[in-house]
């Protein structure tokens, strides 16, 4: 996440990842055995359709799983788990109309089908006010958690706690079970014409190092950047509830992040496109061709203006 073309860019403090969270209790309602978590898209697919119900108007009274409610919604969590990826870092370009990616789009597409449509999940959603999130007012089935998470459950989730299960998130045929994805994550930077460059340095060494890094992530309950400390006994004895997702690390399938500086551009372009998808506005192979159109004319003008990029 911080080195682009060779160069190191700042030092991570720590960074996130998301694995799937799900309610044992609605399984067991939907006649689901409540430890056999999906594993594969299609797996998760056909729980969804059992977990979900509706009104005699078609109005949605429990949801199973929707990508776009809470954290699900962003893209970039999902398109690893189709073998699919944006973007190739060692060659900084941008990698958009793959079978792939097109496949991922296929599935939000579907999943808002099975829904009623994406209206119907908008008004489930605006059911839900001041923050109350629907995974943790039982009212959404299979929800994505952050490792952050499980430490506040006792505040946020107190009713639904006790009968959260984790899991990996699930793959498609032929992506293997345990790939993961983050892009996201605390980094210390030093601005250019800074004051004190030499005590920065060093304040950024020291809290790039194992001592802080340990510290700061058991507090935070985060994931620790340095291997040596993330993958450590130490780590792992003081942070127990993070144990599937420092598992998750260790298959070592974490798919790369967008790196290139034109990523907050690119992902506000993509969240355009995958709703003219679930909307049924675009095919998939149209929405990835616009958005290769559209984020190439921009990485050239980028490009032209910074000519030693």
């Given amino acids: 996440m911080i080195n682009f073309h060779g160069h190191l860019w700042g030092f991570l403090q720590e960074f996130d990842y998301y694995i799937i969270g799900y309610n044992k209790n609605l399984f067991k309602a939907a006649g689901l055995d409540p430890e056999k978590p999906p594993k594969t898209i299609a797996e998760l697919d056909a729980m969804n359709a059992k977990l979900t119900q509706k009104d005699s108007s078609g109005g949605l009274k429990q949801v199973g799983f929707c990508q776009w409610i809470g954290v699900g919604f962003d893209f970039f969590l999902w398109y ?52 109350a999130n629907p995974f943790y007012q039982e009212q959404v089935a299979i929800g994505m958690q952050g490792e952050w998470n499980p430490v506040a459950w006792p505040d946020d989730a107190p ?40 005590q920065s340095l060093d304040f950024m060494a020291f809290m790039g190092g194992p001592e802080a890094i340990l510290k700061w992530n058991v507090q935070e309950n985060n994931i620790p950047p340095v291997r040596s400390v993330a993958l450590s006994d130490e780590f792992a004895k003081a942070t127990p509830l993070q144990k599937l997702w420092i598992d998750l690390l260790k298959q070592d399938k974490m798919a790369a992040p967008v790196t290139s500086p034109l990523g907050p551009f690119f992902r506000d372009q993509l969240a355009n496109q995958v709703q003219e998808v679930i909307y049924g506005r675009k095919t998939s192979k149209q929405a990835l061709t616009d958005l290769n159109d559209t984020v190439n004319k921009e990485a050239a003008k980028f490009k032209s203006s910074h000519p030693n990029w």
Avoid: C, R
């Fill in 80 to 131: 690893p788990m189709f073998g699919g990826g944006f973007y190739d870092n060692a060659a900084d370009k941008f990698t958009v109309v793959t079978d792939a990616n097109a496949k991922t789009l296929d599935w939000y597409n579907s999943t808002g089908k099975l829904l009623g449509g994406p209206d119907k999940v908008t008004s489930f959603t605006n059911l839900f006010t001041g923050g």
């Fill in 159 to 198: 009713k639904a706690m006790d009968h959260i299960g984790l899991a990996w998130p699930p793959t498609a045929e032929g992506v293997p079970y345990g790939t993961g994805q983050t892009d996201g994550g605390n980094v210390f930077l030093l601005p250019k014409g800074t004051k004190n460059p030499q």
